[in-house]
């Protein structure tokens, strides 16, 4: 349920998208004004946000006289789009998070986008900062995510102050036997970078340096350095040779519902998570992810999805009309909130909707302070080795031996 869409894309689903995107013709380049007039519009996207998309796409292709085709690509999408559009095959506009920014940019799939500082000023600026690459916008974001402590209120009515406090509570629950597990974070045989980021974070570890612009620095690796490797020793007391409260049997398959099923009272998950908790009628509440004890506050890695124009699309002046000047108003926004609640990144969306959703707020507050998922290329190159290095010493390897291992991996496939 990460931000991220994994999977194997189908060749007849490819077979009919590649069909679908022969229809248009070559337009103006990125950033021309001309009104588009006839034409075919092809979008990919996710399951959920394919069918939210597809009634306004309908309204937007009888307003300008075009087609709309919206198509689910419900595995890999990231994958088989620069696949597809390397080739000529691709669609016109692509969703997706916006860490893929820096793979899409590098491998010369999608263009920059021209908003208005009138448009950019009705995004949250966290949105805004996530879609910007080398200083300029590459995408038109729609939603914010991050990750929180979501607590069962009827097992602990208190929220915890620290890491050390949960681990606590959670024991004492153990203990009495009313739970199974002291908390559930995804961990798994492979790890999980995004979930235990949180904690790596507040323990004084780090992922990249920064620029004195603010941009992610690649050449200042952090996984393996002393603070990291002491980030990591923290992590490695709450697991399996230690606490208890991190072990590689709670996965991506079983978080939610260990929660849910009332065997344990803290789950660390994202908005993806309330639809499942709401069904089970677990009261729950949603708070920020507490630091360890006299520690840095725990950063949840801040995400945003956002929808992109494609560099070889066949109708460029029908994609930059659709997101410009279609994407920017709030009813659009709204339909995604809808169909996947998470909180819009357009602020009049925004407003829109909190006023019926008491958790939008929640999240935004737990996600302040939050840093930005990096775009870069080279985090591509962090997920696997670092999820592994976590995984192991969850287990009970050598921290050390274990992060000089992962720091190597990362630094040759970052170098290559």
């Known amino acids: ?129 996530a879609v910007t690459f080398n200083g300029q916008v590459y995408g038109v974001p729609y939603a914010i995510e991050n990750l929180a402590l979501i607590r069962n209120t009827a097992l602990a009515p208190a929220a915890p102050a620290s890491i050390e406090e949960l681990v606590a509570t959670g024991k004492s629950l153990k203990d009495a036997g009313k739970v199974t597990n002291i908390m559930s974070l995804q961990v798994g045989n492979t790890g999980d970078a995004y979930h235990v980021y949180p904690l790596f974070s507040s323990a004084g570890g780090y992922l990249f340096g920064t620029k004195a612009n603010g941009d992610y620095d690649p050449a200042d690796l952090g996984v393996g350095k002393p603070q990291s490797v002491e980030a990591f020793k923290k992590i490695a007391a709450l697991g399996e040779k230690g606490s208890g409260a991190l072990t590689r049997s709670v996965n991506g398959d079983n978080a939610i519902p260990t929660f849910t099923g009332g065997k344990t009272a803290f789950l660390i998950s994202g908005p993806w998570a309330i639809a499942d908790i709401k069904k089970a009628g677990v009261q729950y509440d949603i708070t920020p992810i507490p630091a360890f004890s006299g520690g840095k506050p725990a950063q949840p890695f801040v995400g945003v999805q956002a929808f992109y124009v494609a560099s070889k699309g066949k109708s460029k002046a029908l994609a930059n009309e659709f997101i410009t000047n279609y994407l920017t108003k709030p009813d659009l926004q709204v339909a995604l909130y809808k169909a996947n609640p998470r909180p819009p990144a357009l602020s009049a969306a925004l407003d829109q909707v909190k006023s019926g959703d008491a958790d939008i707020e929640k999240w935004l507050n737990a996600g302040k302070g939050g840093a930005v998922l990096p775009a870069i290329p080279a985090m591509a190159a962090v997920w696997d080795p670092f999820g592994k290095a976590e995984a192991a010493i969850v287990g009970g390897a050598d921290v050390q031996t274990t992060l000089d291992a992962a720091s190597k991996t990362i630094t040759d496939a970052i170098n290559k």
Request: glycine share 10%.
């Open 1 to 129: 349920m990460r931000i991220r869409i994994a999977g194997v894309f189908t060749l007849a689903a490819l077979t009919l998208a590649t069909a679908a995107c022969g229809s248009g013709e070559d337009t103006p380049a990125t950033g021309e004004s001309a009104k588009p007039a006839g034409g075919t519009l092809t979008i990919w996207a996710d399951d959920q946000r394919a069918a939210a998309l597809k009634p306004f796409a309908e309204t937007f292709g009888k307003t300008n006289g075009v087609t709309v085709e919206v198509q689910a690509v419900s595995k890999d999408l990231q994958t088989n789009y620069v696949t597809a559009a390397q080739s000529g095959k691709g669609p016109d506009i692509v969703v997706g998070a916006h860490d893929w920014i820096g793979n899409l940019v590098q491998n010369g799939t999608i263009d920059p986008v021209q908003l208005t500082d009138q448009q950019k000023a009705g995004f949250a600026d966290v949105a805004l900062k």
